[in-house]
């Protein structure tokens, strides 16, 4: 069993590790592996989590995914509470388990997967994704749907915005179609960046030095997303290392 899981405790955090040895103890057999996300970073994780759930893989794999803000509501929190645990059963076999908040599982539901709220308790532990979550995330892997409640609304994600930052610096973003005909070189802005970039069929179709806007590798049920990629440079750099959600404007 495949067992990732999307966080933002940030790379090599001793989060990490407390959250797998607590998953080593109620799934000895499952092979986890980490995905960082800037902190509080939704978009980022939420464009993960489907990126993860809707590609090839094994069909019992499971999608972990915990970057809680606790933005649901403004006023304090008693007892740590938080945004709810949900989960998703996909027709592929996947499960997917995740907190429900901001765009953590917009992009999943934007594909029609059913979200469905898990009977847990939302509140006891700063660290609820070692201390609460995992009981239930090892009931729901075993086929244990009991914990199921009712479906939960879930906003879309962000359209035409960057979506995820890779360790090149390419920028994925949530453009599915080209802005403009292959070959034109068209002027891009995040926030109070602008750079110009060529579009074309393939993220390399543009000699070094310069930047392409192309289907790159991300995507799902047939969709490409676009990638903002400077070819020798890092593009995130170019256009001031944006957060996701950042909308990416075509200004000329």
């Not at 999943?108 to 939302?122: K, M, Q």
């Not at 070692?130 to 729901?140: E, W, Y």
């Not at 009991?146 to 879309?156: D, F, N, Q």
């Not at 049920?221 to 290392?241: K, V």
Request: aromatic content about 6%; overall charge negative; glycine content about 10%.
């Amino acid at each position: 069993m495949l067992l990732t899981v999307v966080a933002d405790y940030g790379t090599g955090d001793l989060a990490f590790a407390e959250v797998r040895q607590h998953l080593a103890l109620l799934l000895p057999e499952a092979d986890v592996t980490a995905v960082p996300v800037p902190p509080f970073d939704t978009v980022a994780a939420g464009f993960c989590v489907a990126q993860l759930a809707l590609g090839e893989g094994p069909s019992d794999r499971i999608v972990y995914a915990n970057v809680a803000p606790r933005r649901d509501r403004d006023e304090p929190r008693a007892n740590n509470a938080g945004e709810r645990l949900a989960a998703a059963r996909l027709d592929s076999g996947v499960l997917v388990v995740g907190v429900n908040s901001g765009a953590s599982l917009s992009f999943l539901a934007a594909e029609g997967v059913p979200v469905r709220a898990v009977r847990v308790a939302d509140h006891g532990s700063q660290f609820r994704s070692r201390d609460v979550f995992p009981a239930a995330l090892a009931a729901l892997a075993g086929g244990d749907d009991s914990l199921l409640g009712e479906e939960l609304p879930v906003g879309p994600p962000p359209k035409q915005a960057v979506a995820y930052t890779d360790g090149y610096g390419n920028l994925k973003t949530t453009w599915d179609e080209p802005p403009a005909p292959a070959g034109t070189v068209v002027r891009v802005r995040i926030g109070q960046a602008e750079a110009s970039a060529t579009v074309s069929d393939g993220v390399f179709e543009v000699p070094a030095g310069a930047m392409s806007f192309a289907p790159g590798s991300s995507g799902w049920n047939g969709r490409a997303f676009y990638e903002l990629l400077s070819r020798g440079d890092s593009a995130a750099q170019i256009f001031g290392h944006p957060r996701a959600g950042t909308p990416v404007e075509i200004v000329s």
